[in-house]
């Protein structure tokens, strides 16, 4: 009994298969990239639908086949043959979305699919109700067999290549699922071939069968194409969404490995609240610890113990209200050692305006705050060391040649009175002698004074800045008043030198500057601090000016000289407007950490009027 | 008149000891060469004058002197000293010393200033520039 084959179903069945082919593909790519339950839904779903792909392609392909006698079919056999395809289908699923496929995995994977491919063929075969008895021809229905497992391989393979969508065209999803489409009726009609059909005159056993009606073919038809392409089409959404999410994450890779790879910035973030939600390498650098030790605890920890209750919250606060907040201070290790650091907090806002939480940026910058220091602590000892050094030229010049001028001085004297026993002529040349030396006395004192404060060694600083004051007043015809108490006492050679230095420099600007017609200094010396304020009312320093002096900058020599002066005796310089807005006051602190304890604060006030 | 010349320079002794060789009236009993020994010679000799330098090493004049106002009152002292300072004859006047003299011009005014003190008055420059 020969049997015929209606082309156009035939050409249907290889549609169908490679739709079953390209749903594969995406199934296969869906269920790689799912994880957890996700990955078991694709997975069954994507086996349920794939399945019925293939095993449509079957019916179909049977419908195609023609014999000359009725054929019906025997429908739990035939359902059967639909739970053999989906198993199939599963396994290769489950086999292609692995991370590793390796030969022996691929070949126990192909084999389970072509014989799940070859049991749906066969238990569909069987399903036939037909007068007529079915044989298969051995070497033809192994060759199927084979064929269903070679087949079987090439999709896995081929699928396994294909599954990571973001590597692959369009264009070679479809040739691959018209190879695959191609093949797996090859199988089929392999498996028909197989077969002979011999006539019996025994009735089959019609209990459970149905008729291939044109409504079933249909039907079948109609329910495959829709699974298939619901599958493919919300696998094809999953997939955009998912390679945005990669692309996304990528970026996000990409930026965390850059973050995560600074080692010489302490980059994190952390929540509105303030506690740490991401740590770099350069943060566990510069303060030891380990992410997983910081992540969730509140970034005080970083201050020093005095600061913590109320600084870190009022940087969160200014960076709120002005966007970021820089600020340079010390920080604490893990361990507890300090660190000098420059730090920078900014708020993170989302497009709704909600805070999102805070970026800081720390970095150490010990290493150049020392540097900084060390500069100071130079600058100021050769301040010391020129002080110093001046006041030994001057006790050169006023002590040894003035002491030697003053000899000379009186021997002239008395040789005058010799001399007027020789000549007229020799007393001339001896008292021009005498006035030279008085001259020479008088070009040595004024050096010296200039180098260093007369008096401040033997009187000390009252009588000193007293001496000097009367001078300056009748020099600069300024006003002068100068308080201070009448038992200041003795302070320390460098102290005394510096808040003489203070007074000398404050007076010279103001004389030099300010046009002020008078000049107030104050020295007072209260339990163990010197203070001293040098007013004056003149036109007073303006608002850039001073903020310039603050920063020490563009100060001028005068008064960096002073502040360095005073810091490295560890003191401070004010340079404030004057108490009524009029001109300029100056304030020096300074702690006598010594002697005089005991000074009391009587107020001997002398005027120096000019 | 019995003095005692202090001052740490040698040179400045010898001339101060020139100049008053010119009178006969005057006899330099010692010299000390700072404060401490000023003190100790002081004592030892009990001079009727001391000419007194201010700015010594170890001790300067103005402890010194002091200290000898203390020990010895009835003593003339007599500053000496190359600082040309208001405040300075302030000071020495405050000291209770019978007078000052500047260095620079000890070879006309020594002699007027011992004259001076001697005589129970006091010599102190009016004004200094």
Redo the contacts between chains.
Sequence with gaps: MKGSYDYRLVALSVLIAVLASYAALELSARTTAARGRLRLAWLVGGAIAMGQGIWSMHYIGMLAFNLPVPVLYDWPTVLLSLLAAIFASAVALFVVSRKKLGWPRAITGSAIMGGGIATMHYTGMAAMRLPAICSYRPSLLILSVALAIAISLVAIWLTFRLREDYRTSAAWKVACAIVMGAAIPTMHYTGMAAARFAPSFMSPDTSHVVSTSTLGFTGVTAVTLLVLGVAVLSAGIERRFSVQKLQLSASERRYQLLVNGVKDYAIFMLTPEGNVASWNLGAERTKGYRPEEIIGRHFSCFYPEGERSSKPEQQLQLAIAEGRAEEEGWRVRKDGSKFWADAVITALWDNEGHLQGFSKVTRDITDRKQAEESVREVSGRLLQIQDEERRHFARELHDSAGQMLAALNMNMVSLEAEASKISVSAVNLVQKNLDLVAELSKEVRTISHLLHPPLLDELGLSAAIRDYVEGFAERSKINTHLEIPADFGRLSRELETAIFRVVQESLTNIHRHSGSPIARICISHFKKTVRVEIQDEGKGITLEKRSELKLGGKAGVGIRGMRERLRQLGGTLEINPGLNGLGTIVIAQLSDSNQNVDSKFHRGTISCAS | MRILIV???E??R???R??L??RNDMEVCGEASNGQEAIEKALELSPDLIILD??MPIL?G?TAAKEIKVRLPQVLILLFS???????VR?AKLLGVQGYVN??????M?LNAVDAVSSMQTFFPSSVA
């Design positions: 001052d740490d320079h040179a400045v010898a001339g101060v020139a100049i060789a010119s201010i700015n300067g103005i190359m600082h040309q300072s208001n405040q300075l000071e260095k620079s011009q000890a070879g006309t020594l």
